[in-house]
């Protein structure tokens, strides 16, 4: 289950100085990550999960090896051309909106730094018409895709009359200035219209960037409280620590008084925006965190390691990583109770470590 991250911004925002900062961030891990070959405008990194790292010591305990260690991963998609007019051609025109199709979440990165070297393409700071800018443009380019839906003549079909009225309704709501995303809130209704990729219904995620100093001295902009979800970020220290081994990062961000990297909260927002959690697998093989959505069943969840997994599912070995942690082993952890056997209508949960039983 991959999660795609689109990263827009107007231009200066900070956005590429975030991006080139995630793209050193996946170079300097791809030694211990095994990752695909991705285009120039992608990178790709792990969710942060410390558990991990706690299940594979414990795994070296009992069989003498430390087995390869494979996270979450999360896709950053570079979005660019997006400025003021784009929908009519400005910049790249309309060229970001295949990429911004795509993704799970759109990312919008603000400025509220203030660099007399960088200039501002509106002249002065101001996050909240920067985000209406960006709004706008997502908001036209849908109106644009939903006045070429052709009426359904002739058809009676309760779901086409549906998606046909919602259309309609979208049209005079996206015209007067909102988003697709507040329109269409019923699960049911946002079914029916995914195939048109409405770029203004994907979820929003803000990604303040602020000066050094502001993060420094973590004091913030009121303005910033006006934008949620967000993550406030310095996108020029992003830079500086993907710069510094991993024990470097770690002292630094300490220095800051900042839990942990802007990157790495990022990642971890935009997985509790979308109702994502992860189940581990651990073994000699290796230790893995494997992305479902927050409700899954555990025949589900087996389908995502292999699709057979579902067909074939029986049973499942399952205990949480906290009671896991405090028995020790797999093996006192079945002592005390704590290692359940669970079915088919089983609801997955965050951190559940689990061994799925396959029939032939």
């Given amino acids: 289950m991959s999660l795609k991250v689109g990263i827009i911004g107007l231009p200066n925002a900070g956005k590429s100085t975030l991006f080139n900062a995630l793209l050193k961030k996946q170079q300097a891990l791809s ?15 792990p969710v942060p999960d410390p558990r991990l790292e706690t299940l594979a010591t414990m795994v070296e305990q009992e069989e003498g090896k430390y087995p390869p260690i494979v996270p979450a991963t999360i896709e950053f998609v570079d979005i660019a051309g997006l400025v003021k007019d784009a929908h009519k051609g400005e910049g790249l025109g309309n060229k970001f909106l295949s990429h911004i199709r795509e993704v799970s979440v759109v990312c919008n990165v603000l400025r509220f730094f203030e660099d007399s070297n960088v200039s ?9 018409r920067d985000q209406e800018i960006i709004e706008t443009e997502l908001i036209m380019a849908d109106l644009a895709t939903l006045e070429k839906q052709a009426e359904p003549r002739g058809i009676q079909d309760k779901d086409v009359q549906k998606r046909w009225e919602l259309v309609q309704l979208l049209i005079k709501e996206l015209g007067a200035g909102k988003p697709a995303r507040d329109v269409i809130t019923a699960q049911e209704e946002k079914d029916l219209m995914n195939d048109l990729h409405l770029l203004s219904m994907k979820p929003v995620l803000f990604v303040c960037n602020v000066s050094e100093e502001t993060i420094k001295t973590t004091s913030s902009h009121l303005t910033i409280q006006a934008f949620t979800p967000r993550v406030v970020v310095s996108a020029k220290i992003e830079e500086e620590l993907s710069l510094l081994p991993e024990e470097e990062q770690t002292a630094y961000l300490q220095e800051l008084g900042l839990p942990s990297s802007g990157l790495d909260r990022v990642a971890q927002k935009a997985y509790e925006m979308l109702g994502l959690i992860s189940f581990l697998t651990m073994g000699i093989k290796e230790v893995r965190a494997w992305t479902i959505t927050r409700g899954m069943l555990a025949p589900q969840a087996a389908g995502v390691i292999h699709t057979d997994f579902e067909k074939k599912f029986i049973k499942a070995d399952v205990i949480s990583y906290t009671d896991l942690v405090a028995a020790g082993s797999r093996g006192k952890a079945k002592e005390t109770g704590k290692l359940r056997l ?19």
């Fill in 31 to 45: 030694a211990a990550y095994p990752f695909a070959t991705i285009e120039p405008n992608v990178g790709v990194v």
């Fill in 120 to 128: 501002h393409v509106a002249g002065s700071i101001d996050p909240k």
């Fill in 342 to 360: 669970e079915g088919r209508t089983y609801e997955m949960q965050d951190g559940d470590v689990v061994e799925f039983k396959i029939g032939a």
